[in-house]
């Protein structure tokens, strides 16, 4: 029987559509013959869609794409200093309102260094974590204000909302997946200057830990975090943290791993009750866009994320090691989208099969 | 005539007796026959203190500290995990209300890759750059709540406060480092997502910018600085940015440049109202103290941004030139405390005094 899996795809501005194209190319060369098919549902929006219709994300966009079970995402976000976008904010009004509107709480993002991918690290180790960084709390939920403004007098206020609810279920999933990786879970905050946030976290983690005798718990100040980031990145196994630092450990994560434009993400909402979304961590990076140059594998290796989170592990590992050998033998060549793309979707197709 | 400094002196928690000692011989080196010296009060303060007596810091602390001309503190802070501690956060009640009572609203760290230290980056390049992190507000007011605490229904907030004072005067001390400097400054934030704070300090750049016309400026978000801490440390000359951004990237530039064990810093007030206060970036180091093994060299390089804030110009350069000499021809050698100490303060006391 043929499984029909409904992907909202969005490819988004600038480098999205390009390496959109590759990774849907990969998840092609994944399904084919096997018993999975995705029906596509392509949505146009982003920066280029707002300067056209002056909408960033209608209700309607919102429940079409509700009714989906996953999504696609390449980047979103113009030119930085376009006038024509002031204003808008893409990254909060489509980004970040999808994330939090679809209950996207765990923001996984795997930090891999690939045989062959050169590190800026002198001596980088061996460096094989995931993160899990909060989606929808924190000071990412927009309750932030100000007065006076443009006076002498300005006051700009922004609210950390953190609840046990919140947090909980995510250092839950992060337990889990402590469990079947190798038991190792680090905490970082800021306990000592975000005194109540870092409580609430602090007793969460050491409540589940109560569970979860086999796993063994460190915590990190964020500050201390990033130098073990450089110095010893592979003391770490699962990360799990708040939405701001999760964005910034990731970031450098990625950087020490090869650059964003290897590191995959996906937005889940391990419920089920809303579609989750995969994307490449790198922004849309208009200075380089249509010129065919972009590097696709952060996209792919969202599709193997994809894969993985629907079920079809046995695509998704044909995507990864496609990934992983394709790394392996790049060296310095210097290729263009397409060429990447082509070659990892060729090493999917010559991968065998298995029988499920 | 003689200048007499009064110098109020922290030695505080672990290893920061143990630094400060050596930072201490260093200055004595350092203005020894020179027209200016140093009367020092030492406070017993930090979690030792603490466990003593039952206080953090008391009025009478405060006031006295007040008194004196500039602090110099070595770290505080007791075992993390220790159960007499809980309850106490020596970190908020005497390190950060220090820096907020003091209004320290610059926290000055330069960060140097010098000649001979090794790097965890593979190709550091020229690394000399200043971080003026904001020292007075942001996420690090306090401002911060919980209820229903240790309920499931458990919310906690931290609210992050900025105000136009605040930041206005740290970014104009900012470019007023980056004229003297390489003409460069960086603005970082996380402008897309803290929208009410992100827009007022690009605001205030923005205006100062208008009377520095020969520094060039530009933006970057804080997780995509990270990024470029690592992969091109070389392109930063000033980087100005908020209280916990500048503490997590802190850590960070001290990580490549060959461990906080070297970073020095200022906590200053400009306007002079209230003593300056140095430190080294680290930490107490519960772990290493007493074992005459913690470098003192972030401590002695404290002390040359003490002598420099003082505008004892010539004492800082030696201070200075005899660290940065140490490290040239320290190598793997692993030497103790007093070894590292007793080399810098010699090469000190060996630099010729210039006549002012
Ligand atoms: C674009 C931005 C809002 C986003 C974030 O801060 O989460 C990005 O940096 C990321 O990490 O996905
Ligand atoms: C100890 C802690 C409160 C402090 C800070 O966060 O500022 C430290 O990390 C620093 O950078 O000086």
Known sequence: MVRTVRLAVIPGDGIGPEVVAQALAALEAATAGTEVEFEQTPFSLGAARYLETGDVLTDADLDAIKSHDAILLGAVGGTPGDPRLTGANIERGLLLKLRFELDHYVNLRPTVLYPGVASPLANPGDVDFVVVREGTE????????????????????????????????????????????????????????????????????????????????????????????????????????????GDILTDLAGAISGGIGLAASGNINPDGRFPSMFEPVHGSAPDIAGKGIADPTAAIGSVALLLRHLGETDAATRVERAIADDLAERGDARRSTAEIGEAIAARIAAASVTVP
């Open 138 to 245: 924190g000071p990412y939920v927009g309750n932030g204000g100000a007065i006076r403004v443009g006076t002498p007098a300005e006051v700009a206020n922004e609210v950390s909302v953190n609840t046990a609810y919140g947090v909980e279920r995510v250092v839950r999933y992060a337990f889990a997946q402590a469990r079947v990786r190798r038991q190792r879970l680090t905490l970082v905050h800021k306990t000592n200057v975000l005194v109540f946030a870092g409580s609430l976290w602090k007793r969460q983690v050491d409540a589940v830990a109560a569970e979860y005798p086999d796993v063994s718990v460190d915590y990190l100040h964020v500050d201390a975090a990033t130098i073990f980031l450089v110095t010893d990145p592979a003391r770490f196994d699962v990360i799990v943290t708040d939405n701001l630092f």
